[in-house]
C-alpha cells in the first residue's frame, strides 16, 4: 500500500529490513511484522536502494529531475545529503568485496562508483561510459560488474580496479 509505485525492493537480511522506494518517498518495512519503520521523503523518481550496514549508511537512487543520490542513516532514516549525479539514476548495489556503492543511469549511459564514506554534500561520483542505457548490474566480488543494457540486449562487464569497460556479451 501507499503512494507511488515501485522499481527495485532491497532486503537487509540481518536487520530484517525491506527498502521500497516508492518514486518520491522510501519505505522502510520490518520484514517479520510488515511494519512501516520509516518513510525518507524528498526523492523525484527513486528507483533503488543501497545499505552498507557498518557505516550506517544506506543510499537511494533519485533517477527524477536533474538525478542524485539520496544519502541517509540507517538507524534514524534521516537524510544525510544529495549527491548529484545524471538523470535516471536507477539500479544501485554496494561491493563489499571492492567497498564501492555502484549506480547506473540509463539516459547517462553510465555506471557511477563512489566509497560509502564519501561526503553526502559535496561527494562526486566517477562515471564511466558504458555504451548504452544500463537497468541493472551485479558484482562479482571479484572486481568486476555485470550490467545489462537493455537498448543493446547486450551485457556489458567493467573491470572496477581499471574503471574500463572489458568485454560486452550477447
Known sequence: GGEGAWDYLTV??????LYVPRTTHTQVIDEESGKVLGDIS???G????AVVPKLNRGFITDGGGTGAIIVFDLKTYAVLGRIQTVPDSDGIIYD???NLVLAVSGDGGTLMTFRPDIDPVNGKVVSIDLGGKPEFLAADGAGKVFINLEDKDLVAVVDLKSGKVINRWP
Do not use: C, L, T
Open 42 to 44: 524528498g526523492q523525484k
Open 12 to 17: 537487509d537480511a540481518p536487520s530484517h529490513r
Open 96 to 98: 563489499a568485496s571492492q
Open 46 to 49: 527513486a528507483h533503488g536502494v
